[in-house]
């Protein structure tokens, strides 16, 4: 009988296999060791941890509710602030008005020509010169002023201490909204716990978002803003008590200013009527020239696009002779044909192309300063018709007689809106 085949492997021995068990059982024991450390340190983490988000928690809680307390502290400050600042106001315009009696007389013409100056000073752009109609209107206001100086100082001293109280006003009010938004939210935060159903994991929610300002400087806004209501406050109440009636007649004599006045207006209207014919004249020539223009620009690309047909064709041409066999493919005169009819097309086409964007270049140019003449003309139109208003606003001195010694009824000073101020002030 033939001899068995030896096994093909490697062999191990003895010792080795006993080394391999021991080493299996060691790294055994090892590995249960880490494992068991691992288990004691996460269990002391988590009391750990617990305990820290606990008290951090907690810690936050009572430190938005000292800041609610903070917040809610400076609401009530700014809203008896600006209850002292509404009754001051009201006491100033009280006073204003009772100053304003004593100009009843002259205060149409000088409405009427602050008016003017007012819808004038309206024009924009190139329309906004300094004009005869400007140095007459100004005189006519100087002359007015000149037996209302020392009432309408105090009127004018009055009505801007009522824009600084206005305005102390708006930014107290903007404070005290800021200090209720502000109020809501630490409130809604305060309310919020684990089991809200509106908290979420947020995108870096650790940020510092910009305009963020430190606690001196939310103390120093606030104090700000209330010493500078009081200081308001204060003029005011200063202004009130220095305020007095002084009455004075009427001396000065109005009608040849007048006349003079609405003579430079007349004037002014007849050239801005002159000079937005012509500019009409212009903008309707330019339009035409603009579709004149954008036909041969049509034309020019309808061109262009049948040249590009005819070389797309030489081009095809060119190509499909190149699969001509063996001793055809000749260069003959039909190749130096087509070869020259594509230079030819690619020329054309170049200068039809240059042709092209030197057209809509142009049209472009004449588009930009259309849209220019289209906004000069409608600031022109805007200056004419702030003219004719001027004008008619002027036809209500022709029932007003300076020398006339009935009472004029008090018109209460009016802004740009045509809203009076003491409308403003009570909003």
């Not at 288990?39 to 988000?53: F, V």
Request: charged fraction near 30%; include cysteine; aromatic fraction near 4%.
């Amino acid at each position: 009988m033939s001899a068995l085949p030896a096994k093909p492997g490697l062999r191990h021995s003895v010792p080795e296999w006993y080394s391999n068990n021991h080493q299996l059982s060691a790294t055994a024991q090892h590995e249960r060791d880490v494992s068991n450390v691992i288990r004691q340190e996460g269990r002391s983490l988590r009391d750990k941890t617990n305990c820290e988000t606990t008290w951090d928690e907690r810690d936050t809680s009572r430190r938005l509710s000292d800041r609610a307390w903070d917040v809610a502290r400076w609401k009530e400050t700014l809203e008896t602030c600006a209850q002292k600042v509404d009754k001051e106001m009201e006491a100033l315009t009280l006073s204003k008005e009772q100053t304003e009696q004593a100009l009843a007389a002259t205060a149409v013409p000088l409405e009427v020509s602050s008016e003017c100056l007012t819808l004038r000073d309206g024009r924009r752009g190139y329309e906004l010169v300094i004009d005869p109609v400007d140095e007459q209107l100004k005189k006519e206001v100087a002359l007015i002023e000149k037996v209302q100086q020392v009432l309408q100082q105090h009127i004018d001293e009055a009505f801007e201490q009522l824009c600084l109280l206005q305005e102390a006003r708006q930014h107290l009010t903007a404070d005290l909204q800021d200090k209720m938004d502000a109020l809501d939210i630490d409130m809604s935060c305060l309310s919020l716990t684990i089991k809200s159903p509106e908290i979420s994991l947020k995108i870096n929610p650790t940020r510092i978002p910009s305009g963020s300002s430190t606690p001196q400087e939310w103390v120093q806004f606030s104090q700000y803003n209330v010493a500078q209501a009081q200081q308001a406050m204060q003029v005011s109440q200063q202004m009130r008590e220095d305020m007095s009636l002084t009455r004075a007649q009427l001396q000065n004599e109005l009608d040849t200013q007048r006349r003079a006045t609405e003579f430079a207006l007349r004037k002014r209207n007849h050239h801005e009527e002159q000079a937005r014919n012509e500019l009409e004249w212009q903008i309707n020539n330019t339009e035409d020239e603009m579709a004149e223009m954008e036909s041969d620009i049509h034309g020019l690309d309808a061109d262009l696009q049948a040249k590009t047909a005819f070389l797309k064709l030489a081009h095809t041409r060119l190509e499909n002779r190149t699969n001509r066999p063996g001793m055809d493919l000749c260069r003959d005169e039909v190749q130096h044909g087509l070869i020259n009819e594509v230079h030819q097309l690619e020329s054309t086409i170049m200068a039809l192309e240059q042709k092209l964007s030197e057209a809509q270049h142009s049209l472009q140019k004449m588009r930009l300063h259309h849209s220019r003449m289209l906004q000069d003309l409608s600031r022109k139109q805007e200056a004419l018709s702030l003219e004719q208003r001027s004008l008619s606003t002027r036809a209500r001195l022709s029932s007003t007689s300076c020398t006339d010694k009935t009472p004029v009824p008090l018109v209460p000073l009016t802004n740009s809106s045509g809203r009076s101020n003491l409308q403003l002030l009570a909003q």
